[in-house]
């Protein structure tokens, strides 16, 4: 029983990207060597150029998103403040943002008359459209 406990924290704790290591990078790194350690580090293990290699397309996402959270300042100091766990909250909160807009639809405008008294009581009223 042990044994299993301790393998499941283990492998908890080998599934979180450490993003500088991802990059090859110290954490003073300047700009500059984020740009070199991404381009070498993305070549070297870009799907195109590893053809079948899971292990090279693995490589590959957690570089991206190495270099997505590491270029923008926001996601680095929320990053180096609350760790590996609230990137992924921050993740998960964006996806789910821009899937709701992309679900939004044009709204509709209908010009209807109705009485200052209907307004006033809250006085509830149908309309009927066809989408089509």
Not at 32 to 46: D, G, P, Q, T
Request: net charge positive; glycine share 4%; hydrophobic share 35%.
């Amino acid at each position: 029983m042990r044994l299993v406990i301790h393998l499941c924290i283990i492998g908890l704790v080998l599934s979180k990207l450490d993003y500088y290591d991802a990059l090859e990078l110290a954490k003073d790194f300047s700009q500059n060597e984020l740009e070199r350690a991404y381009k070498r580090l993305s070549n070297r293990y870009h799907p195109a150029s590893n053809p079948g290699n899971r292990e090279a397309a693995k490589n590959y996402e957690n570089i991206q998103r190495a270099y997505t959270v590491l270029n923008d300042a926001n996601l680095r100091s929320i990053l180096t403040r609350y760790g590996d766990d609230m990137m992924k909250v921050v993740e998960r909160h964006k996806k789910t943002r821009r899937n709701s807009d992309e679900q939004r639809t044009e709204d509709i405008i209908v010009k209807w008359k109705v009485s200052l008294e209907q307004l006033y009581i809250g006085d509830t009223l149908q309309y009927t459209y066809n989408k089509y």
